[in-house]
């Protein structure tokens, strides 16, 4: 089996990812709130899909694009997790736990996306 270097947007993308599907089964099942329950299930899920898909991408543009899309995500993502907070489903713990995972990734995407673009030929 091949094995791939550790990746660390991936390892943290991936763990970020469980901790929304685990929130999400935590506001529909204990807190019966759906709508914005599903916009942060498919928001927080996508930054490490969109980073996933970064690994096979056909071009430095192309790797870029998916990894922007990813920002954009953990931008979302931080909008709803802002709104929950502020709709009184989160506590404010559980806000900060999870904006500090999310602004790391927003970091390290950053750095990523600037590096990447810095070495594109003019």
């Known amino acids: 089996m091949l094995q791939r270097k550790e990746n660390i947007i991936q390892t943290k993308t991936e ?3 469980a901790r929304i599907v685990n929130m999400y089964r ?5 807190k019966h709130e759906h709508i914005i329950a599903n916009q942060i299930l498919r928001s927080g899920t996508s930054i490490g899909a969109n980073t996933a898909e970064s690994r096979n991408a056909q071009s430095k543009i192309d790797f870029i694009h998916k990894l922007s899309i990813a920002l954009k995500e953990a931008d979302e993502t931080e909008y709803w997790l802002k709104m929950l907070n502020s709709g ?3 506590t404010d713990r559980q806000l900060q736990s999870m904006m ?4 790391e990734i927003i970091r390290i995407l ?3 996306i600037k590096t990447s673009k810095s070495s594109l030929v003019p």
């Open 26 to 30: 935590y506001l529909v099942e204990v």
């Open 100 to 103: 500090n995972d999310n602004e």
């Open 88 to 90: 009184h489903y989160i």
């Open 110 to 112: 950053t750095k990523i």
């Open 15 to 17: 763990a970020f990812s």
